[in-house]
């Protein structure tokens, strides 16, 4: 454990609440010129970087942030925004983790070609999809594509290492089909401070 861990863990709670709503609020609105709803007005980009989650979730249900995922990119791909994705996730098959292998399906269901579609399975979380393309891709623009609260934490670690990025916002699941996910989002963006300022920026 590092120093600056060992003094945040030391901070007093009153300090700690102001940090989370900075960290909260900091990343909600720093990024919104960059956020974008329409694919129209988006300049075309070579990538598109599709931040991956599951498909399916317990007892089979449909997980909408992933179908909305791949409508907004598909609806890039049919506006000629984009030349390529690179699908960014998760694909253990051992531990039923085929976030790429379902986004690339889904993608080539759509009608996108699978070369395509590039994948990359080191992105298990947000900041490692940023810092691999970072490390492959780093002065090549790209466009983000999630849902706008992700959007605006991807954009954040992106800006944070210089890349040219922008982000397409795929619709948003509704509170009332999914509350822990915005929820879980608040402690993601103190992490995303954590990841930017303390941690290594080494895959």
Not at 63 to 89: C, H, M, P, T
Not at 172 to 193: G, K, Q, W
Request: with cysteine; aromatic share 12%.
């Amino acid at each position: 454990m590092t120093p600056r861990t060992l003094l945040l863990l030391t901070l007093p709670p009153s300090i700690v609440f102001l940090g989370v709503l900075f960290c909260h609020q900091w990343i909600h609105w720093r990024h919104t010129a960059r956020l974008h709803t329409d694919a129209n007005k988006l300049p075309k980009r070579r990538y598109g970087l599709v931040l991956g989650t599951r498909k399916m979730l317990r007892h089979g249900r449909p997980n909408l942030y992933f179908q909305y995922r791949i409508d907004a990119a598909l609806r890039l791909w049919r506006a000629g925004k984009v030349e390529a994705f690179i699908l960014s996730g998760a694909n253990d098959k051992r531990l039923y983790e085929t976030e790429i292998d379902d986004m690339q399906a889904a993608l080539i269901a759509g009608g996108v070609p699978a070369k395509a579609l590039l994948r990359d399975p080191l992105g298990t979380r947000t900041w490692l999809s940023i810092l691999s393309y970072h490390a492959k891709f780093a002065k090549v623009p790209v466009i983000l594509i999630s849902q706008r609260f992700h959007n605006a934490r991807a954009l954040f670690l992106a800006r944070s290492l210089g890349l040219d990025a922008i982000a397409f916002n795929a619709e948003a699941v509704p509170f009332s089909v999914d509350i822990r996910t915005p929820v879980r989002e608040i402690f993601s963006r103190i992490r995303a401070f954590y990841d930017v300022f303390f941690s290594s920026r080494q895959l």
